[in-house]
């Protein structure tokens, strides 16, 4: 009965390598959300979908491209992985309209490592 | 352009003791503002959020739009509040979400 749920949790992988981390969310929501948390525990807004369309793109480089099948779903593919990489990513969701819009469900976050 | 300061990285205050964390922002709008906290290997949740006007396990923040400030406040600190907490405001249709740099609270026993 998870609300946010992503997968992998935990990802190693080399530089240069491409990887996929998956997120789905079953409450129904409208928009979904990737944020990247630094080292620093920075936490930054990279994509946001609404109803499958890409609305924000926060000047993310291009080798980050994410793809939403579905409404439920939001997944975040990672081509050419670099060292800078490295961090804790994060899904959200959360309704567009109505009362409470606009809090965000996070899912538990993916941690990538890139040797 | 919204933006939201945390200036504290880090808090450090003794069990029983009042905490403030600070927020302030900046957006030429009517945002909403919200308090996220992320306890230790845990994802990040909702604490509160401006327009419930509610006090979550002691926590209240009243929203000032003269000081654009929107600062979590408790009267006293328990040792489980220990979390990082991170402000954030949401605008426009699309909600545009920022947060703040976070603030790291550590309630001393």
């Known amino acids: 009965d998870t609300a946010v749920s992503q997968t992998p949790k935990y990802l190693v992988t080399q530089m240069g390598n491409d990887k996929s981390i998956k997120c789905e969310q079953n409450?129904?929501?409208?928009?979904m959300y990737w944020y990247k948390q630094d080292s620093k525990k920075f936490l930054k807004i990279m994509f946001s979908?609404?109803?499958?369309?890409?609305?924000i793109n926060e000047t993310v480089p291009n080798r980050f491209s994410p793809k939403s099948p579905d409404k439920a779903h939001l997944n975040l593919h990672i081509n050419s992985l670099e060292l800078g990489d490295s961090a804790v990513y994060f899904c959200?969701?959360?309704?567009?309209?109505?009362?409470?819009?606009?809090?965000?469900?996070f899912g538990p976050g993916t941690r990538l490592t890139v040797l | 352009a919204q933006r939201v300061t945390q200036p504290e990285k880090l808090l450090s205050v003794f069990k029983g003791a009042p905490v403030e964390l600070k927020c302030n922002y900046s957006?030429?709008?009517?945002?909403?503002l919200f308090w996220y906290v992320q306890y230790s290997r845990q994802r990040l949740q909702l604490l509160l959020r401006?327009?419930s006007r509610e006090s979550i396990k002691g926590f209240t923040a009243d929203l000032n739009k003269g000081e654009t400030s929107f600062h979590l406040k408790k009267p006293f600190a328990q040792e489980e509040d220990s979390a990082m907490y991170y402000c954030?405001?949401?605008?426009?249709?699309?909600?545009?979400?920022?947060f703040g740099t976070g603030t790291k609270l550590q309630v001393i026993p």
């Open positions: 959200a969701s959360s309704q567009a309209l109505g009362q409470g819009a606009n809090e965000q469900f």
């Open positions: 409450l129904g929501h409208d928009t």
């Open positions: 979908y609404n109803n499958k369309e890409l609305i």
């Open positions: 957006y030429s709008g009517s945002p909403e």
């Open positions: 401006h327009i």
């Open positions: 954030a405001l949401t605008s426009g249709g699309y909600q545009k979400v920022t």
